[in-house]
């Protein structure tokens, strides 16, 4: 009896152990008693100090580094020396950032399996990965960052950094997300910031419609896709004004093949595990001249939209040694400032969005696939191996076919993991090549004047931005940065034969001859992720540029002022006004028949006609123009065009909708192909008006709290690994995607910045999160609140580590420790 | 009881290991528990208590936010849950780390208790 209860309560309690020890929750791993121990669980991610007073014997320094805390936790670092400078940088950002800045990189390099284990998707996902090469093209940028000293210098002494912080962590003092999935930082290495900044390349310049587009050109043939896709965008203002000069002569053009490339048969696409990636990542940059501007300086501005997460994508620092002093915001994970200033100049980035992506169908011997068909002969397929560890399970290998194209992400038989992304083809992707935009980031930090500026840009590849300029001498410049390949009219735009050379990049777009600017007429540049330049520029570009809204409202907005303040940009960085709806609405309202609509509907029409086009949170006609709008493009093309496999189709560029549904009402598309009546505009305004009415009746109930924009739509800011609770969900936003207070669901402007260039230098900025990334700290999401009331702080650009201020509040001294 | 308590707490504040609470019971029962009774309750009164008492200390202090972050992600109502499964997790874990140490240690007594 004794032995029985005995055998029994040592089974009960070894059974105990067992299930908190590693508890089989259904989304991840999970210590139940680990994570809820109060000496070292969760318990131990309470708030920090703010007020650092401390000094820190830190083994790796080479001189005393001076930290000054400001009240909103942004650190001005005041080193000796360059490498001092980025040991600390690293050091901070670890301290503050360290389970996001590696969490990014588990994503990049296709690693999640190893913290998640074998959750649905996330194999795929890392294959998904390492098929489109994120590792290779890392490998490559970082052999290349290491042929420039000073940025070798800042990328070892920030990953030295990040090591030192990595290595004081003990089991409590670890980040609360390391202690949610249960497992442990590793130690931090050059690779993965050049990971990082792969990611990010991915994230901007990752996608493009050639699959998509190839499949719709099968179908209708080119004269229609030239219709639906046209070459100059619906009232597009180009970034480079129309009437700048090319003054060089252009390198000659490769010539196009006899006919274009199509596919011989089209695999029907499997069902892909998720849709299209999303492509509205969009962001906004200008510039004022001092002539149009009270102080006579310029001033400069910029709101990059981004997805949005907690933490933010943002770290803010100031970064001072014998030869910098710059202020703005940093990736975590990568040396220097990203977006800022300095005493001289100031500079921002909007995404590029010209297409350095293409896809070329690879036709294999066999299915072993050990040789591919190219300019009439076989050649070797070289293959990668990448082992995917998966949490808990036996380690799955994969294996990469590599053409001297680029990787064949998928196999005809495979699930891509996206709609876009084709089966059977080789990916050529820009930021497969080695470059270094470290250095550009390590010489525009240190930049002077505009010959430093296009120096530094003349190091910056991929990817592709629109670099806004300013400086205190006076000068404005915008660039439409990037390495562009160099391309026959028309190339790219569908899928490629990777047969023939006639589809090779031939060569790229010489620097000097990029879309670039310096002090126009006009007195401002403004760019918006649309159309860079006109007809006239001398080569081929194309992209998945931004309709027209954004970047016409700016320039709209900006021609008509004069004695700008930073006030008056910070309110253009707000604007609300929906430009589309202002372009369309009126068109669309006059066809309705207010006789056949019922009462209700009568009242959502009123809420139209009496609208100001401004999307206010608390306005109620943006969510009826959303619904309108979309059921609009639906009744317009659904039986214009062919469905894919899975019944979705690809519009056109929305510029064209635009223009069908404000100029030119009497188009054929107009009529439905699937009856026997000719429908005309006004049918089918009639009919997607009262179908948009319904659905947000049964979606929202009758007009009332619920349709107000900011409840209707809002914005979440969701937590990075998608963690519950750990988010800001349902803020209550103004603005869309195609206004410039660029607003989405999940994203938004990320970074609000405004400099005025002086002696000193102005600034102000905002983004949606804080400083800190331990959710546990009220400086994790600090600035939101003041980012949702459209509020700006002033940042402190200090010149030394005496300088006073009331705002300063804490200071850590770094000795070195022998 | 109370030297299982200070032990206890001395070892959670040197380690990070968290089955402290089944060890240090577990060990108590075995070397000095008097009976099942008294080594259960020891073993749930040490590790509950201290348990408690921590989980309530940062509750009410530094974890004033990330307890209902936490909350949250869980799926709890109340922050104060927290607490109590923390408490919880001490008593059951030990009074059963106790009770098991106790009825080995008795396996191997000559004379029946």
Same mark, same amino acid.
């Not at chain 1, 290349?144 to 990328?155: C, F, I, K, N, W």
């Not at chain 1, 064949?408 to 996206?418: F, K, S, T």
């Not at chain 1, 900025?765 to 009331?789: C, E, I, R, T």
């Not at chain 2, 749930?44 to 009410?60: E, P």
């Given at each position: 009896?004794?032995?029985?209860?005995?055998?029994?309560?040592?089974?009960?309690?070894?059974?105990?152990?067992?299930?908190?020890?590693?508890?089989?929750?259904?989304?991840?791993?999970?210590?139940?008693?680990?994570?809820?121990?109060?000496?070292?669980?969760?318990?131990?991610?309470?708030?920090?100090?703010?007020?650092?007073?401390?000094?820190?014997?830190?083994?790796?320094?080479?001189?005393?580094?001076?930290?000054?805390?400001?009240?909103?936790?942004?650190?001005?670092?005041?080193?000796?020396?360059?490498?001092?400078?980025?040991?600390?940088?690293?050091?901070?950002?670890?301290?503050?950032?360290?389970?996001?800045?590696?969490?990014?990189?588990?994503?990049?390099?296709?690693?999640?399996?190893?913290?998640?284990?074998?959750?649905?998707?996330?194999?795929?996902?890392?294959?998904?990965?390492?098929?489109?090469?994120?590792?290779?093209?890392?490998?490559?940028?970082?052999?290349?960052?290491?042929?420039?000293?000073?940025?070798?210098?800042?990328?070892?002494?920030?990953?030295?950094?990040?090591?030192?912080?990595?290595?004081?962590?003990?089991?409590?003092?670890?980040?609360?997300?390391?202690?949610?999935?249960?497992?442990?930082?590793?130690?931090?290495?050059?690779?993965?910031?050049?990971?990082?900044?792969?990611?990010?390349?991915?994230?901007?310049?990752?996608?493009?419609?050639?699959?998509?587009?190839?499949?719709?050109?099968?179908?209708?043939?080119?004269?229609?896709?030239?219709?639906?896709?046209?070459?100059?965008?619906?009232?597009?203002?180009?970034?480079?004004?129309?009437?700048?000069?090319?003054?060089?002569?252009?390198?000659?053009?490769?010539?196009?093949?006899?006919?274009?490339?199509?596919?011989?048969?089209?695999?029907?696409?499997?069902?892909?595990?998720?849709?299209?990636?999303?492509?509205?990542?969009?962001?906004?940059?200008?510039?004022?001249?001092?002539?149009?501007?009270?102080?006579?300086?310029?001033?400069?501005?910029?709101?990059?939209?981004?997805?949005?997460?907690?933490?933010?994508? !943002? %770290?803010?620092? +100031?970064?001072?040694?014998? #030869?910098?002093?710059?202020?703005?915001?940093?990736?975590? =994970?990568? $040396?220097? @400032?990203?977006?800022?200033?300095?005493?001289?100049?100031?500079?921002?980035?909007?995404?590029?969005?010209?297409?350095?992506?293409?896809?070329?169908?690879?036709?294999?011997?066999?299915?072993?696939?050990?040789?591919? !068909? %190219?300019?009439? +002969?076989?050649?070797?397929? #070289?293959?990668?191996?990448?082992?995917?560890?998966?949490? =808990?399970? $036996?380690? @799955?290998?994969?294996?990469?076919?590599?053409?001297?194209?680029?990787?064949?992400?998928?196999?005809?038989?495979?699930?891509?993991?996206?709609?876009?992304?084709?089966?059977?083809?080789?990916?050529?992707?820009?930021?497969?090549?080695?470059?270094?935009?470290?250095?550009?980031?390590?010489?525009?930090?240190?930049?002077?004047?505009?010959?430093?500026?296009?120096?530094?840009?003349?190091?910056?590849?991929?990817?592709?931005?629109?670099?806004?300029?300013?400086?205190?001498?006076?000068?404005?410049?915008?660039?439409?940065?990037?390495?562009?390949?160099?391309?026959?009219?028309?190339?790219?735009?569908?899928?490629?034969?990777?047969?023939?050379?006639?589809?090779?990049?031939?060569?790229?777009?010489?620097?000097?001859?990029?879309?670039?600017?310096?002090?126009?007429?006009?007195?401002?540049?403004?760019?918006?992720?649309?159309?860079?330049?006109?007809?006239?520029?001398?080569?081929?570009?194309?992209?998945?540029?931004?309709?027209?809204?954004?970047?016409?409202?700016?320039?709209?907005?900006?021609?008509?002022?004069?004695?700008?303040?930073?006030?008056?940009?910070?309110?253009?960085?707000?604007?609300?006004?929906?430009?589309?709806?202002?372009?369309?609405?009126?068109?669309?309202?006059?066809?309705?028949?207010?006789?056949?609509?019922?009462?209700?509907?009568?009242?959502?029409?009123?809420?139209?006609?009496?609208?100001?086009?401004?999307?206010?949170?608390?306005?109620?006609?943006?969510?009826?123009?959303?619904?309108?709008?979309?059921?609009?493009?639906?009744?317009?093309?659904?039986?214009?065009?062919?469905?894919?496999?899975?019944?979705?189709?690809?519009?056109?560029?929305?510029?064209?909708?635009?223009?069908?549904?404000?100029?030119?009402?009497?188009?054929?598309?107009?009529?439905?192909?699937?009856?026997?009546?000719?429908?005309?505009?006004?049918?089918?305004?009639?009919?997607?008006?009262?179908?948009?009415?319904?659905?947000?009746?049964?979606?929202?109930?009758?007009?009332?709290?619920?349709?107000?924009?900011?409840?209707?739509?809002?914005?979440?800011?969701?937590?990075?690994?998608?963690?519950?609770?750990?988010?800001?969900?349902?803020?209550?936003?103004?603005?869309?995607?195609?206004?410039?207070?660029?607003?989405?669901?999940?994203?938004?402007?990320?970074?609000?910045?405004?400099?005025?260039?002086?002696?000193?230098?102005?600034?102000?900025?905002?983004?949606?999160?804080?400083?800190?990334?331990?959710?546990?700290?009220?400086?994790?999401?600090?600035?939101?609140?003041?980012?949702?009331?459209?509020?700006?702080?002033?940042?402190?650009?200090?010149?030394?580590?005496?300088?006073?201020?009331?705002?300063?509040?804490?200071?850590?001294?770094?000795?070195?420790?022998? | 009881?109370?030297?299982?308590?200070?032990?206890?707490?001395?070892?959670?504040?040197?380690?990070?290991?968290?089955?402290?609470?089944?060890?240090?019971?577990?060990?108590?029962?075995?070397?000095?528990?008097?009976?099942?009774?008294?080594?259960?309750?020891?073993?749930?009164?040490?590790?509950?208590?201290?348990?408690?008492?921590?989980?309530?200390?940062?509750?009410?202090?530094?974890?004033?936010?990330?307890?209902?972050?936490?909350?949250?992600?869980?799926?709890?109502?109340?922050?104060?849950?927290?607490?109590?499964?923390?408490?919880?997790?001490?008593?059951?874990?030990?009074?059963?780390?106790?009770?098991?140490?106790?009825?080995?240690?008795?396996?191997?007594?000559?004379?029946?208790?």
């Amino acid at each position: 009896m004794k032995l029985i209860k005995a055998i029994a309560f040592s089974i009960l309690t070894g059974g105990l152990f067992l299930l908190l020890q590693d508890f089989p929750a259904p989304q991840i791993p999970f210590s139940v008693g680990a994570f809820f121990n109060p000496f070292s669980g969760f318990w131990q991610n309470g708030e920090e100090p703010v007020r650092y007073q401390e000094t820190l014997a830190i083994a790796g320094l080479q001189e005393p580094v001076v930290v000054i805390w400001d009240d909103r936790r942004v650190p001005h670092i005041f080193a000796q020396n360059d490498y001092d400078l980025y040991f600390v940088q690293g050091y901070l950002t670890a301290r503050h950032r360290l389970w996001q800045m590696e969490f990014i990189t588990f994503v990049a390099s296709g690693r999640l399996a190893e913290i998640l284990g074998d959750k649905p998707g996330i194999v795929a996902h890392d294959r998904f990965r390492r098929r489109t090469g994120m590792v290779y093209a890392a490998e490559n940028a970082l052999a290349s960052m290491q042929t420039y000293g000073p940025a070798r210098v800042a990328l070892d002494a920030y990953t030295a950094g990040v090591n030192r912080w990595i290595a004081g962590l003990s089991e409590a003092t670890l980040p609360l997300e390391y202690k949610i999935l249960h497992y442990q930082p590793e130690i931090w290495t050059p690779l993965k910031s050049a990971l990082l900044l792969k990611y990010m390349a991915w994230d901007l310049c990752g996608r493009n419609d050639e699959v998509l587009k190839t499949r719709l050109r099968a179908a209708l043939g080119d004269a229609e896709m030239t219709k639906l896709f046209p070459s100059t965008a619906f009232r597009t203002e180009t970034i480079i004004p129309p009437q700048t000069r090319w003054s060089f002569r252009p390198v000659s053009a490769p010539a196009p093949p006899e006919s274009l490339f199509m596919p011989e048969s089209l695999v029907e696409l499997p069902a892909p595990l998720q849709s299209t990636g999303s492509a509205d990542n969009g962001s906004n940059n200008w510039v004022v001249s001092g002539k149009k501007t009270a102080s006579g300086r310029p001033i400069l501005c910029n709101d990059p939209h981004l997805g949005l997460n907690l933490p933010c994508i !943002w %770290y803010e620092n +100031q970064l001072v040694s014998p #030869n910098v002093n710059v202020y703005g915001v940093s990736l975590p =994970g990568a $040396p220097g @400032v990203i977006i800022g200033f300095n005493k001289h100049i100031a500079w921002g980035v909007t995404n590029a969005a010209t297409d350095v992506m293409d896809w070329y169908q690879v036709r294999f011997r066999d299915k072993n696939a050990d040789a591919y !068909w %190219y300019d009439g +002969q076989w050649r070797p397929v #070289n293959r990668r191996i990448e082992a995917i560890k998966i949490r =808990g399970k $036996p380690t @799955v290998f994969d294996t990469i076919p590599m053409t001297h194209h680029g990787p064949v992400a998928y196999r005809e038989n495979e699930h891509p993991l996206r709609r876009d992304l084709p089966l059977g083809a080789a990916l050529r992707w820009v930021p497969h090549d080695a470059s270094n935009e470290l250095r550009a980031f390590w010489l525009l930090n240190r930049a002077k004047n505009y010959a430093d500026f296009v120096e530094a840009l003349a190091h910056y590849d991929a990817p592709a931005q629109n670099f806004v300029f300013a400086s205190v001498d006076g000068d404005i410049a915008l660039h439409h940065n990037g390495k562009f390949p160099l391309r026959w009219p028309g190339q790219g735009a569908y899928l490629s034969d990777g047969s023939d050379p006639t589809y090779e990049w031939d060569g790229f777009i010489p620097r000097e001859h990029i879309p670039k600017v310096l002090n126009p007429r006009q007195g401002f540049l403004q760019s918006a992720n649309q159309n860079p330049v006109t007809e006239r520029y001398p080569y081929y570009l194309h992209g998945n540029y931004a309709t027209f809204e954004r970047g016409r409202r700016i320039h709209e907005r900006l021609s008509e002022m004069s004695n700008i303040t930073p006030e008056d940009m910070m309110q253009l960085q707000l604007d609300n006004l929906n430009l589309r709806a202002r372009t369309v609405l009126p068109t669309m309202l006059a066809a309705l028949d207010t006789a056949r609509l019922t009462a209700g509907e009568m009242q959502v029409y009123h809420l139209l006609e009496q609208w100001d086009y401004q999307n206010r949170r608390d306005a109620r006609a943006p969510i009826v123009f959303e619904a309108w709008w979309d059921e609009a493009l639906s009744a317009l093309w659904d039986d214009d065009l062919p469905a894919d496999s899975l019944g979705v189709i690809l519009y056109p560029e929305e510029g064209v909708s635009m223009q069908l549904l404000c100029e030119d009402t009497a188009s054929v598309y107009f009529d439905r192909r699937d009856t026997p009546e000719r429908e005309s505009y006004a049918a089918v305004m009639q009919q997607s008006y009262q179908s948009a009415c319904r659905e947000l009746i049964t979606r929202l109930g009758p007009p009332g709290d619920r349709w107000r924009w900011g409840a209707a739509r809002g914005t979440d800011i969701r937590h990075l690994a998608r963690i519950p609770g750990l988010g800001r969900m349902g803020l209550p936003t103004d603005g869309n995607y195609a206004i410039v207070n660029a607003t989405r669901k999940y994203g938004g402007p990320s970074w609000r910045m405004v400099v005025a260039l002086g002696n000193p230098p102005q600034a102000w900025g905002v983004y949606p999160g804080g400083q800190w990334g331990n959710p546990g700290s009220a400086a994790y999401d600090q600035f939101v609140d003041k980012w949702l009331a459209g509020q700006y702080y002033e940042l402190l650009y200090l010149s030394s580590a005496k300088q006073l201020h009331e705002r300063l509040v804490g200071k850590t001294l770094l000795q070195p420790a022998n | 009881m109370i030297l299982s308590f200070l032990i206890l707490l001395v070892l959670q504040m040197l380690t990070p290991y968290w089955w402290w609470i089944f060890a240090v019971p577990l060990l108590y029962g075995f070397f000095r528990g008097k009976s099942g009774r008294q080594s259960l309750l020891a073993g749930l009164v040490s590790a509950g208590l201290l348990w408690l008492v921590a989980a309530l200390y940062h509750f009410l202090g530094d974890a004033a936010l990330v307890a209902p972050r936490v909350a949250q992600m869980l799926g709890l109502a109340a922050p104060e849950g927290l607490v109590a499964i923390s408490a919880l997790i001490g008593m059951v874990c030990g009074g059963c780390a106790g009770l098991t140490g106790f009825l080995v240690r008795d396996l191997f007594r000559k004379t029946p208790h």
